[in-house]
């Protein structure tokens, strides 16, 4: 499926961390999959996509990654994907320490703003583990009051690497109305 017009601006925009505040069923997770695709696509070899739980990120992105995939050396245990050289691992927030002294290309967190220990887990954790390769990071979220996604969404206007996006979830012309 194509994207969306609002799901094409976002993924055309080359800042190194996107953040993305949009309704449900905008289709922020259907964006994630097609944007691991293309980092894939332009030899990215290491990808985390990460839920607030493992059973999240299963439940959110895993059928779907295994749809676009079709051919992919899939994992169902560790929940990770292969396809030549390059892994795209699954994984919850609940246990964001074990990625401690990795390295990634890229990044999605979906549903920021139900996580716990955001900004500590974010600086010392995950910021971390993108050093090395300069990697790219796609947080998205709906919005959940005025929390860590708030402040997150806010970056942008003090810190340059960061463009933040809002849609509704009316934005998305597949949605019956």
């Not at 990654?65 to 051919?71: A, D, P």
Request: charged share 25%.
């Amino acid at each position: 499926m194509a994207l969306t017009p609002a799901q094409s601006l976002i993924a055309k925009d080359k800042h190194r961390f996107r953040v993305i505040n949009c309704g449900r069923r905008f289709g922020k997770t259907t964006l994630a999959v097609k944007e691991i695709k293309g980092k894939l696509a332009a030899y990215k070899k290491k990808i985390a996509y990460i839920a607030p739980t493992y059973q999240q990120a299963r439940d959110i992105a895993w059928e779907m990654l295994k749809k676009e995939f079709i051919g992919a050396d899939f994992n169902e245990s560790r929940l990770e994907m292969r396809i030549g050289d390059a892994t795209v691992y699954l994984r919850g927030w609940e246990a964001i320490e074990t990625l401690r002294g990795q390295t990634f290309d890229f990044i999605v967190i979906d549903e920021i703003a139900m996580m716990r220990n955001f900004w500590i887990n974010w600086q010392e954790v995950i910021r971390p583990t993108l050093t090395d390769t300069q990697g790219k990071v796609m947080f998205i979220s709906t919005p959940k009051g005025f929390n860590h996604f708030y402040d997150l969404y806010n970056l942008e206007a003090e810190d340059t690497d960061y463009k933040s996006f809002h849609f509704t979830s009316y934005d998305n012309p597949f949605l019956p109305v």
